[in-house]
């Protein structure tokens, strides 16, 4: 199992600034996930992020508006740049393992509110 | 392309009854399937899996079932409590490994289940 912290668990922004989401694992893991949840909708993966190189991101998320880094095996950040109301909603990273029988582990979330 | 469906986005069930959740998809060939509850303000926490050829999995008062024929999979809480208001979410491993590195899990919607005293 792993234990995710997360933070900030809530932000209410400006539009046009930048926030920096922090995802810290109990435990060394080669993969990271960030996924965004908007409300009433799925959990919809942004990227992958992986140790030493660069985070492979899901069609319709580009780096320059959510740059990520994985400084680490147990820690991760995603900034949500250039902030709009449209990028209001729920921030999620999370870890799982490489095999397909493993089951995926949560942060708390956080909650972007952008004014 | 490929959907997952939930059947309903929210469920009203009298405590003690049986809550039942159906998950559909289409489009999809998954080696797995999960259930996870997701409470307000919370990351989701996972549930159950169930292979492809498993027909049923059971922990405790959770039922699973998976028909890869019918491409459902039901999900049954026997006795339900009020404790047991949350969201439910299905989601689905994929069979091939992603450009990521990952076998790519794919989440429904959610229903949100409330059990009334």
């Known amino acids: 199992s792993a234990v995710i912290s997360q933070k900030p668990s809530r932000d209410i922004c400006q539009r046009g600034t930048s926030l920096t989401i922090q995802c810290q694992v109990d435990?060394?893991?080669?993969?990271m996930f960030w996924y965004r949840q908007q409300p009433g909708q799925s959990l919809t993966l942004i990227a992958t992020?992986?140790?030493?190189?660069?985070?492979?991101?899901e069609s319709g998320f580009v780096i320059d508006k959510f740059p990520i880094s994985r400084p680490n095996l147990t820690f991760s950040t995603l900034t949500v740049s250039n902030m709009s109301p449209e990028d209001s909603s729920i921030y999620l990273c999370s870890v799982h393992g490489r095999q397909q029988n493993t089951e995926a582990f949560f942060g708390q979330g956080t909650r972007l509110t952008v004014v | 392309s490929q959907k997952i469906e939930q059947n309903s986005e929210a469920l009203n069930i009298q405590e003690g009854k049986t809550a039942t959740l159906t998950c559909n998809y289409t489009?999809?060939?998954?080696?797995?399937l999960q259930w996870y509850r997701q409470d307000p303000g919370r990351g989701p926490v996972f549930l159950l899996l169930?292979?492809?050829?498993?027909k049923e999995k059971r922990k405790e008062r959770l039922k699973v079932t998976f028909d890869t024929t019918l491409k459902q999979s039901l999900f049954h809480i026997t006795a339900s409590q009020p404790a047991d208001s949350a969201t439910y979410l299905c989601a689905l491993r994929a069979r091939a490994y992603s450009g990521a590195g990952s076998y790519q899990l794919t989440f429904g919607k959610g229903t949100k289940l409330s059990v009334i005293p």
């Open positions: 435990s060394q893991v080669t993969m």
């Open positions: 489009n999809y060939s998954p080696a797995y």
């Open positions: 169930i292979r492809e050829n498993e």
């Open positions: 992020a992986n140790q030493g190189s660069e985070a492979t991101y």
